[in-house]
């Protein structure tokens, strides 16, 4: 389960803006989840929880936002938003399209107190 991972280097960066805000406690994490990063909410979620238990952000709500994914399709020379990696074209339904964003994850704002 990769989302462990990604949580724990998540709460690094959160610990670390904290800190250099002088918060006392973070609120809320909002998480810009690209539709096609490889990453389950869900189990996301799950792991947030888990790790920031005695940290500065326990408690803390996550908040996640799904932006559609972008690409490149070859066929028709458009940028298109895709829903999932390997959609075809909404434009003209060819395969040839090339993921040019969404799939990256990356935190957009911490409330802090
Ligand atoms: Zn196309």
């Not at 805000?21 to 792991?47: H, M, N, Q, T, W």
């Not at 895709?82 to 409330?111: A, H, K």
Request: charged share 25%; with cysteine; aromatic share 4%.
């Amino acid at each position: 389960m990769h989302e462990m991972a990604l949580c724990e280097s998540m709460i690094d960066i959160v610990e670390d803006q904290a800190r250099r805000e002088g918060a006392r406690r973070v609120l809320a994490v909002y998480l810009e989840v690209g539709a096609l990063a490889a990453v389950d909410a869900e189990s996301l979620r799950f792991c947030f929880d888990a790790v920031i238990r005695g940290t500065v952000a326990d408690g803390a709500r996550l908040e996640i936002d799904r932006p559609a994914g972008q690409g490149w399709c070859l066929g028709c020379d458009s940028q298109v938003s895709i829903g999932q990696r390997f959609d075809p074209c909404p434009l003209c339904g060819s395969n040839r399209v090339q993921v040019t964003g969404g799939d990256e994850m990356r935190i957009t704002e911490l409330e802090v107190e």
